[in-house]
């Protein structure tokens, strides 16, 4: 026998959706019909003023899979993403521990360090422009040396990705912070008293412990160099002759769809990288058993 | 001994990170008052401007409207703050306090939009904004931030973790529904609205690639943008440059200094996406 509703189920039910209503309309007209289109125009041919689009089947993909100019955007973005990660790990790690103790200072370091996180990308890029400049920059003439920083492509990338490392730390450091407030004192009292120094205490207790966040640091901080565009977009100029080099996938998407109008181009661009990111995070969710301990 | 010699390396380290953080403002803030043949000069290389140069800041705000890309990105962050925290409030209360069919499969939805990378929405958001004629206009600006999952989920989190009895004791007393969100449960979650509120003023003040394709026009663009097109067109001037790079920073840096300690908790909760 079905139990008739009581008034306050009906009552949940009805302010319920009255309460998600105007949520779910708005992700659905902006983000899932969004989604849905891009991959729909990635099947598309974007037709020339006038005429409309045509379907085109794979034909963008295969055009993707053979296009030279993708692969190195794929790799340029992977080369920036394996310096950028890493090292703003591993530096805001070292911090977020030594800030972690009693010592004098320590708001005044927290709030340097986490300056980078206010300043719009955009500022970011241009002041690290002038500071990488070849001829004028403050970097070449306080180290006497003479290095084409942004222009020459074997290095270009990897200086945008220090930038990256510049302005990412601050945020890591903060996740950081919040994870090692967890760690019970008893832990390190115990270590040290076995004689355990501070490197192994770091290595051996406080990496293992917070090693949930370190997984949540890495998953999102991949995410998001994988999708990096505005440095790059910032920093390089069409007439810079390590543009090849640099542009990532994101700016290639940029390209084509807004300064190009070859949308469903664009769009097949962007769907790749997002197959990327969903394989790239799969392989990080099972990969973590063998590294990150939950209580 | 060995105590004193490691705490000396422990400075050492961070005031050494600390300058790495704080010689690029440093930086900015001398170009910009240096005049440009300062600035081309190597022999002797100038750190310190001789005269510091006013005029270069009455030159870049002749050239840029600052005070419109203040309003235009302050009424941006503003309606996206109210968007956000109002909707996200509502639906982040209903997702974990109220009980009814077809919840599960909307927080789905909810969870889904969280974990896309935001470039693939943004073809047809253009196009949708170009059909609705909201290119160059502040709506335009707002137009993705209308909801936020993101902000729902942060919300839903927190309403989780007050006890039942609070809303049974505000049932018993004749509250109904949304009486007992507006009164009883919604002024407890301040902490978390003002967490929103930062990270979404954060990221908006931010964005770079939407204002850039909706409001390509410097009258209705963001600083970010409008900054985009400056370090195109003026590449040779670093003193105007710099300038600029400073009018747009300083704001947010002041704000942020005044509001640590809520920047730092909303980035905290949020983990997501600064």
Known sequence: MKKKASSRQ??????????????????????????????????????????????????????????????????????????????????????????????????????????????????????????????????????????????????????????????????????????????????????????????????????????PTIFFVLVTRIIGALQVFDLIYMMIDLNNPAWKKTESMVYLFYKYSFQQSKKGYGATVVVVLLAVIMVITAIQLVGQKKWVHYE | MNNTISKILVYFFLVAVSVIMLVPFVWMILTAFKTVGETTQVEPFVIVPKVWQTQNFTNVVKTMDFMRLYANTLVMIGFRILCAVITASLSGYAFARLEFKGKNIMFAIVLFQMMIPVQIFIIPQYVMASKLHLTNTALGLLFPGFVTAFGTFLLRQTFMQ?????????????????????????????????????????????????????????????????????????????????????????????????????????????????
């Open chain 2, 162 to 274: 007050f006890p039942k009895d609070l809303e049974e004791a505000a049932r018993l007393d004749g509250c109904n529904i949304p009486e007992t969100f507006l009164f009883v449960m919604a002024p407890l979650t301040r902490s978390s609205m003002v967490a929103l509120g930062i990270f979404t003023a954060v990221f908006a003040y931010k964005d770079l690639m939407w204002p850039m394709i909706v409001c390509p026009d410097n009258k209705a663009t963001t600083l970010a943008s409008a900054l985009a097109k400056m370090n195109g067109q003026y590449s040779q001037k670093y003193p105007e440059l710099m300038m600029a790079a400073l009018i747009s920073c300083v704001p947010m840096i002041i704000i942020y200094i005044f509001f640590q300690k809520q920047f730092i908790e909303g980035v905290t909760t949020s983990g997501g996406k600064l």
């Open chain 1, 10 to 211: 009906i009552s949940e039910f009805i302010w319920g959706w009255l309460f998600i209503i105007p949520t779910m309309t708005g992700l659905i007209i902006l983000n899932i019909y969004p989604m849905i289109d891009t991959i729909r125009q990635s099947f598309y041919k974007t037709g020339d003023f006038g005429k409309g689009n045509v379907f085109v089947g794979l034909s963008n993909y295969k055009k993707v899979l053979g296009d030279a100019e993708v692969w190195q955007a794929l790799w340029n973005t992977v080369k920036y993403a394996l310096v950028e990660v890493p090292f703003s790990i591993v530096i805001a790690l070292v911090l977020a521990v030594l800030l972690n103790k009693k010592l004098k200072g320590r708001s005044v370091f927290r709030t340097i360090f986490f300056l980078p996180m206010v300043v719009a990308p955009a500022a970011v890029a241009m002041i690290w422009k002038w500071l990488y400049n070849s001829n004028f920059g403050l970097i070449n003439n306080v180290l006497g040396i003479k290095v084409n920083w942004i222009s020459d492509p074997n290095i270009a990338i990897y200086s945008i990705a220090v930038i990256g490392i510049w302005s990412g730390i601050g945020y890591n450091l903060v996740l950081f912070l919040a994870g090692l407030q967890e760690v019970p004192r008893d832990y390190y009292e115990a270590a040290s008293l076995d004689g355990a120094n501070s490197f192994q205490l770091m290595i051996n207790i406080t990496v293992p412990l917070i090693s």
